[in-house]
Structures are given as structure tokens and as C-alpha cells.
């Protein structure tokens, strides 16, 4: 029998994100599993080639990550409740740190949103749940939103 110890819950504070963490709240207590809800926030490596301060970039990217974490607190104040949850955020390009933090902590399953874009906005955002499936050590699990 398939034995799933950690779930990654990997979140992005969009409304959608409330959908995934239902989900992940809803297999951990299925398996009484334990939940690690995880952000990552993006850094700004790729403006480093503008007339913008490293500096700057560096104390933007400081801002969003407190920001994040303020968020977090917040999240995880209103889901998993009920079962053992733990949360990280951390700052770097959001599907690399998900594969890194699901080998980490050790996940057996990462529970990721996917926001079904197609055409010109798949190419400029390309697809976070995409690259995580295709590289992830353990199964995923997309949530897509409903329309």
C-alpha cells in the first residue's frame, strides 16, 4: 500500500490558491499526513540587465518576501486546521525551489495549482505546474480552476 507521510502544497496567494489548499488539507487527512505549505517568491534575476540598481532588486525581492510571509500567516491561519501543517517561503524561480523543497521535505506528493493558460500567455508565463510535473520525484497533483 502507497504510503503518503508529507504533502508539498504549493501556493501562489491567488484566489485559486484556496482551491489547492482544500485539496492538500483534504488527502492529508485522508492519509494523516502532514502538510507543507510552500511559496516561492519570484526573484528579479532577469530585469538585472535593465538600468535598475542591484540594490534595488535586492530590497524589491527583501519586500516581497516579508510580504509573503506576512501572507502566509494569514493562509495558513484560515486552512489546515485540522490537520499537522508546517509553512516555508523562500525567494528563487518558483518551479525550481517546488522541485527542491519536495526532495528537502521529503514530500510524497505535491499538490500545485494549474491556471490553464493557453496561446500568447502560456508562452510570456510560461507553465509552473508544467515544468513540476514533468521533473517532480514524487506524483503530482494539479488543481485547475473552475470557470
Same mark, same amino acid.
Given at each position: 500500500?502507497i504510503?503518503?507521510?508529507? @504533502?508539498?502544497? /504549493?501556493?501562489?496567494?491567488s484566489?485559486?490558491?484556496?482551491?489547492? /489548499?482544500?485539496?492538500?488539507?483534504?488527502?492529508a487527512k485522508?492519509?494523516? !499526513?502532514?502538510? %507543507?505549505v510552500?511559496?516561492a =517568491?519570484?526573484?528579479?534575476?532577469?530585469? !538585472?540587465?535593465f538600468?535598475?540598481?542591484?540594490?534595488?532588486?535586492?530590497?524589491l525581492?527583501?519586500?516581497?518576501?516579508?510580504?509573503a510571509?506576512?501572507?502566509?500567516?494569514?493562509?495558513?491561519?484560515?486552512?489546515?486546521?485540522? %490537520?499537522?501543517?508546517?509553512?516555508?517561503?523562500?525567494?528563487?524561480y518558483?518551479?525550481?525551489?517546488?522541485?527542491? /523543497? !519536495?526532495?528537502?521535505?521529503?514530500?510524497? @506528493? @505535491? %499538490?500545485?495549482?494549474?491556471?490553464?493558460?493557453?496561446?500568447?500567455?502560456?508562452? @510570456?508565463?510560461?507553465?509552473? =505546474?508544467?515544468?513540476?510535473?514533468?521533473? =517532480?520525484?514524487?506524483?503530482?497533483?494539479t %488543481?485547475r480552476?473552475?470557470s
Amino acid at each position: 500500500m502507497i504510503q503518503v507521510n508529507r @504533502i508539498l502544497c /504549493a501556493v501562489d496567494f491567488s484566489e485559486h490558491s484556496e482551491k489547492v /489548499a482544500e485539496y492538500a488539507e483534504t488527502l492529508a487527512k485522508c492519509m494523516t !499526513a502532514e502538510v %507543507v505549505v510552500f511559496y516561492a =517568491a519570484p526573484t528579479l534575476e532577469h530585469y !538585472a540587465g535593465f538600468d535598475v540598481p542591484a540594490s534595488k532588486l535586492n530590497a524589491l525581492v527583501g519586500d516581497i518576501a516579508e510580504g509573503a510571509r506576512k501572507s502566509m500567516e494569514e493562509f495558513m491561519s484560515r486552512h489546515f486546521k485540522d %490537520v499537522s501543517a508546517r509553512s516555508h517561503v523562500t525567494t528563487g524561480y518558483p518551479s525550481d525551489e517546488i522541485l527542491h /523543497a !519536495a526532495r528537502d521535505f521529503d514530500c510524497d @506528493i @505535491i %499538490v500545485i495549482g494549474s491556471h490553464g493558460r493557453t496561446g500568447l500567455n502560456r508562452i @510570456i508565463f510560461g507553465s509552473v =505546474a508544467e515544468k513540476v510535473v514533468k521533473s =517532480a520525484p514524487c506524483p503530482v497533483f494539479t %488543481v485547475r480552476p473552475r470557470s
